[in-house]
């Protein structure tokens, strides 16, 4: 991307949250919503990203680790001095430098909207690029003013607009690209002269206005991914868009979900065609799950699983970090944890991989054609040898691994006699 730079304003308590935690880390699935905005921005292969901290800085710091550069505002005094943080940093101070603008609280902002903003600023040689939205309800959004030729002049902050401002639906979203040396010598002119006595980065358009600069906008047409997340209701109503965004794409790539409304797939979850999801199925980040497969209902996939073709997962089942092989059946009521399932396995219903033992978490290997009886408990580490059968309610201990073709009753379990299948 051309000498371009991100900066993500995660600076705020959020107090509406009423919380010990700094807003923009709660979780919207499986990540916080700093996350999924760094995650987005990340995706446009941008040069630095800064994130700008200030309540309860060292969690916010903890979090992003590696992923981007934090530097905290000591004190909150708005949004144009939290960007005012970076104008010492060496990447931000050569010719031709832009850098994108973002809140950390905005998790539903999809990078080829940005990618959108990105593309009109540098076509049209802009001095600063921002989206916009137009609202039947603008409230508590910054309304966009434009003089009798159309060029906008200046963004109205809610609590500083007058009753016929806040009449105004096209509205400011808060995603801008700026030219940098353009930014930071607007920034010097802001005076904090609102009921908040903030600096507003918004008021930096009046002053690229009254110079004369060039001003662009790009329009999202989807008001969902705007929305900045305020509360734990709004959190819980950003959550429901991100399921149901999710769901779509699910289904348009040839997978049937029985009941959408039951059904919740996060992120990084890639299913094969003609598998079908039943009601109330949870299905977490980084799962593969392959062709022609049912899954549910009642049954929750945990991160790390790997399901190969032709499964069935039903009722009441939780696998986690486990490889299920082709036409394996688990079909009722059953746990299974850090295991390597074969072709062709049965396991009954009411067996549990028993794989934490207080202190470690083990393996268990079930290997192809294996067929587990009702009520068994397998201790791990141990493995269950091809076409072996186990009797219902047996125990399994740790290290006794059954060998193939056997089988094996009782508790602990002991071997009965080989068996021919």
């Given at each position: 991307m051309?000498?371009?730079?991100?900066?993500?304003?995660?600076?705020?308590?959020?107090t509406?949250?009423?919380?010990?935690?700094?807003?923009?880390?709660h979780?919207?699935?499986?990540?916080?919503?700093?996350?999924?905005?760094?995650?987005?921005?990340?995706?446009?292969?941008?040069?630095?990203i800064?994130?700008?901290?200030?309540?309860?800085?060292?969690?916010?710091?903890?979090?992003?680790?590696?992923?981007?550069?934090?530097?905290?505002?000591?004190?909150?005094l708005g949004?144009?001095?939290a960007?005012?943080?970076?104008?010492?940093?060496?990447?931000?101070?050569?010719?031709?430098?832009?850098?994108?603008?973002?809140?950390?609280?905005?998790?539903?902002?999809?990078?080829?909207?940005l990618?959108?903003?990105i593309k009109?600023?540098?076509d049209?040689?802009?001095?600063?690029?921002?989206?916009?939205a137009?609202?039947?309800?603008?409230?508590?959004?910054?309304?966009?003013?434009?003089?009798?030729?159309?060029?906008?002049?200046?963004?109205?902050?809610?609590?500083?607009?007058?009753?016929?401002q806040?009449?105004?639906?096209?509205?400011?979203v808060?995603?801008?690209?700026?030219?940098?040396?353009?930014?930071?010598?607007?920034i010097?002119?802001?005076?904090?002269?609102?009921?908040?006595?903030?600096?507003?980065?918004?008021?930096?358009i009046?002053?690229?206005h009254?110079?004369?600069?060039?001003?662009?906008?790009?329009?999202?047409q989807?008001?969902?991914?705007?929305?900045g997340?305020?509360?734990?209701?709004?959190?819980?109503?950003?959550?429901?868009?991100?399921?149901?965004?999710?769901?779509?794409?699910t289904?348009?790539?040839?997978?049937?979900?029985?009941?959408?409304?039951?059904?919740?797939?996060?992120?990084?979850?890639?299913?094969?065609?003609?598998t079908?999801?039943?009601?109330?199925?949870?299905?977490?980040?980084?799962?593969?799950?392959?062709?022609?497969?049912?899954?549910?209902p009642?049954?929750?996939?945990?991160?790390?699983?790997?399901?190969?073709?032709?499964?069935?997962?039903?009722?009441?089942?939780?696998?986690?970090?486990?490889?299920?092989?082709?036409?394996?059946r688990?079909?009722h009521?059953?746990?299974?944890?850090?295991?390597?399932?074969?072709?062709?396995v049965?396991?009954?219903?009411?067996?549990?991989?028993?794989?934490?033992?207080?202190?470690?978490?083990?393996q268990?290997?079930?290997?192809?054609?294996?067929?587990?009886?009702t009520?068994?408990?397998?201790?791990?580490?141990?493995?269950?040898?091809?076409?072996?059968?186990t009797?219902?309610g047996s125990?399994?201990?740790?290290?006794?691994?059954?060998?193939?073709?056997?089988?094996?009753?009782?508790?602990?379990?002991?071997?009965?006699?080989?068996?021919?299948?």
């Amino acid at each position: 991307m051309k000498n371009l730079s991100a900066v993500i304003l995660a600076a705020g308590e959020g107090t509406r949250m009423s919380s010990d935690y700094p807003k923009i880390l709660h979780k919207l699935g499986s990540k916080p919503m700093l996350g999924h905005v760094l995650e987005t921005v990340n995706c446009l292969e941008i040069r630095n990203i800064f994130v700008i901290t200030g309540y309860k800085s060292e969690l916010v710091e903890k979090y992003v680790g590696d992923k981007a550069k934090c530097i905290q505002q000591k004190k909150l005094l708005g949004t144009a001095d939290a960007v005012w943080q970076i104008k010492d940093e060496p990447s931000l101070n050569k010719k031709d430098t832009h850098l994108l603008v973002i809140y950390g609280d905005t998790p539903l902002i999809t990078n080829s909207t940005l990618e959108r903003l990105i593309k009109k600023h540098f076509d049209d040689n802009a001095d600063c690029t921002f989206l916009t939205a137009k609202l039947k309800d603008p409230t508590s959004y910054g309304r966009i003013l434009r003089n009798e030729s159309g060029r906008i002049v200046k963004i109205v902050e809610e609590q500083e607009a007058d009753v016929f401002q806040k009449a105004i639906e096209e509205v400011n979203v808060g995603v801008y690209v700026f030219k940098v040396n353009v930014l930071f010598e607007s920034i010097k002119l802001i005076k904090p002269e609102n009921k908040k006595k903030e600096y507003y980065l918004t008021d930096a358009i009046e002053t690229l206005h009254k110079k004369g600069l060039k001003i662009a906008f790009v329009e999202t047409q989807d008001y969902n991914e705007i929305v900045g997340v305020n509360s734990r209701i709004g959190m819980a109503n950003a959550y429901e868009v991100l399921r149901l965004r999710i769901i779509k794409q699910t289904i348009a790539a040839g997978v049937t979900v029985l009941d959408p409304k039951t059904t919740f797939i996060d992120e990084k979850v890639n299913i094969g065609k003609d598998t079908v999801i039943y009601p109330f199925t949870i299905i977490e980040r980084n799962v593969d799950i392959g062709k022609n497969c049912e899954i549910g209902p009642f049954c929750r996939i945990r991160s790390g699983c790997r399901i190969a073709d032709d499964v069935s997962i039903g009722n009441f089942v939780e696998i986690n970090r486990t490889q299920v092989g082709k036409k394996t059946r688990l079909k009722h009521q059953t746990y299974i944890g850090d295991t390597i399932i074969g072709e062709g396995v049965n396991i009954g219903a009411g067996t549990i991989v028993a794989n934490f033992d207080g202190k470690n978490k083990h393996q268990t290997i079930i290997e192809s054609r294996a067929f587990i009886g009702t009520g068994t408990i397998l201790v791990a580490p141990v493995k269950i040898g091809k076409s072996a059968i186990t009797g219902a309610g047996s125990v399994v201990t740790k290290n006794k691994d059954v060998p193939d073709r056997t089988i094996v009753v009782g508790v602990p379990a002991k071997i009965l006699r080989k068996n021919k299948g």
